[in-house]
């Protein structure tokens, strides 16, 4: 499994959220793939920025959600 950085995610998910390119198009243009792609945009139009933080927990992809003081962050 390859491991993308969070820049690189954003600015996949920014560039397709342009709505120029196509999510083939984008993909090919940041060298990645189409499921994961498709699968950070989904999780950004729901949870916006950290919707595309993700944590592997014993092999289960799950989205990170943040509430209340930044500073006091908690997983639900």
Same mark, same amino acid.
């Given at each position: 499994?390859?491991?993308?950085?969070?820049? $690189? #995610?954003?600015?996949?998910?920014?560039?397709?959220?342009? @709505?120029? !390119?196509?999510?083939?198009?984008?993909? /090919? =243009?940041?060298?990645?793939?189409?499921?994961? $792609? #498709?699968?950070?945009?989904?999780?950004?139009?729901?949870? @916006?920025? !950290?919707?595309?933080?993700?944590?592997? /927990? =014993?092999?289960?992809?799950?989205?990170?959600?943040?509430?209340?003081?930044?500073?006091?962050?908690?997983?639900?």
């Amino acid at each position: 499994m390859t491991k993308y950085s969070l820049e $690189l #995610k954003l600015k996949a998910v920014l560039v397709y959220l342009e @709505g120029m !390119d196509s999510f083939r198009t984008v993909a /090919n =243009q940041f060298n990645i793939s189409l499921t994961p $792609l #498709k699968q950070w945009v989904a999780h950004y139009k729901e949870y @916006g920025i !950290d919707g595309v933080l993700l944590i592997i /927990n =014993q092999g289960y992809w799950g989205v990170v959600i943040f509430r209340g003081d930044p500073r006091r962050r908690s997983f639900l």
